[in-house]
């Protein structure tokens, strides 16, 4: 058995600190509850809703995904109650993704939303929107109800490696 390589490892803790998600490169992502200190949920076969299968499964039964980024999503409010959390993934595809922990299920997916890849993913409270960055200089504003492109732009001429939502969330700054 080999040592994972460190930079196929991407963690991420929900914003109430209480869930603590791992992929380490496998395929699997695997959802850890802080608090009983236990393993919650394990995605090894994520499906869609008509159980239509995403990815192509390797010999060990993992997925073959390469992704690149996730961010854990909290939603709260009348209108976004029943999104509850979710955790987003990018792949090195260009795809974006969303699981829904509580159902242990693919809530969506979006295709092709970066040629090059997807490399930073971060959330809008104020206008409840999902953005994702890429190799290809764009980015892409995602409602987070049903995964669907809200709009697209063009940021920067190079790859945007990483962005943030400002505190004040009326600007979207990112860092080539």
Not at 74 to 98: C, H, I, Q
Not at 115 to 125: A, H, I, Q
Request: net charge positive; proline share 3%.
């Amino acid at each position: 058995m080999g040592s994972a390589n460190m930079r196929d490892l991407f963690t991420c803790f929900s914003p109430s600190l209480d869930f603590f998600a791992v992929w380490s490169g496998d395929g699997r992502i695997k959802i850890w509850d802080t608090i009983k200190g236990q393993l919650q949920t394990e995605f090894t076969d994520i499906l869609s809703s008509d159980d239509t299968k995403i990815y192509a499964m390797s010999e060990r039964g993992h997925l073959s995904v390469d992704y690149a980024c996730m961010k854990w999503l909290s939603f709260e409010g009348k209108k976004n109650r029943k999104l509850g959390a979710m955790l987003v993934l990018g792949t090195g595809s260009g795809d974006a993704l969303a699981l829904d922990v509580a159902a242990g299920k693919l809530r969506w997916k979006f295709h092709d939303c970066h040629p090059g890849g997807v490399s930073s993913v971060s959330f809008c409270k104020q206008r409840s929107l999902i953005c994702t960055a890429g190799a290809d200089g764009i980015i892409c504003e995602i409602d987070p109800n049903g995964g669907s492109l809200i709009r697209k732009f063009k940021a920067s001429t190079k790859a945007v490696s990483s962005m943030c939502v400002s505190p004040g969330q009326h600007t979207l700054p990112d860092f080539n």
